[in-house]
Structure formats: C-alpha cells, structure tokens
C-alpha cells in the first residue's frame, strides 16, 4: 500500500513539474519571438523597397 501511495505522489508531482516545464519553454518561446518580431519587420520593409525600387528600374518587367 505504500508503494502505491509513493507512486501516484510522483505521478501527480511528476505531471504538475512537466506543466512547469512546458509553461517556463513557451514563455521563454514567447519572449524570443517579441524579441526577433522589430528585425523580422524591418527586414520585410526592406524587402519591400528594393522590391519597388526594382519594379521602377526594370518597369518592362512588370507589365505596366
């Protein structure tokens, strides 16, 4: 009986360490994402322009 009790302790202490970890790493995901999102958005912008700036260059190339 006391094998039993030991072990549904570690079981239910063992998932709530595993919701802790998981919470902690989606945090942590979170937090680089914020981190990354102003260099993913100039980088977009900057993708953006040399795309006009290519369009007005070469404009028999976008069929206008």
């Known amino acids: 009986m006391l094998m039993f009790i030991a072990t549904v302790i570690l079981y239910v ?3 709530v360490f595993l919701y802790g970890v998981i919470r902690l790493a989606v945090r ?9 999102r102003p ?3 100039r980088t977009a912008q ?4 040399d795309d006009r700036a290519f369009l007005r260059d070469n404009a028999f190339l976008s069929g206008n």
């Open 13 to 15: 202490f063992g998932f």
């Open 28 to 36: 942590h995901g979170m937090e680089d994402l914020e981190a990354g």
């Open 39 to 41: 260099q993913a958005l």
């Open 46 to 49: 900057n993708a953006a322009a």
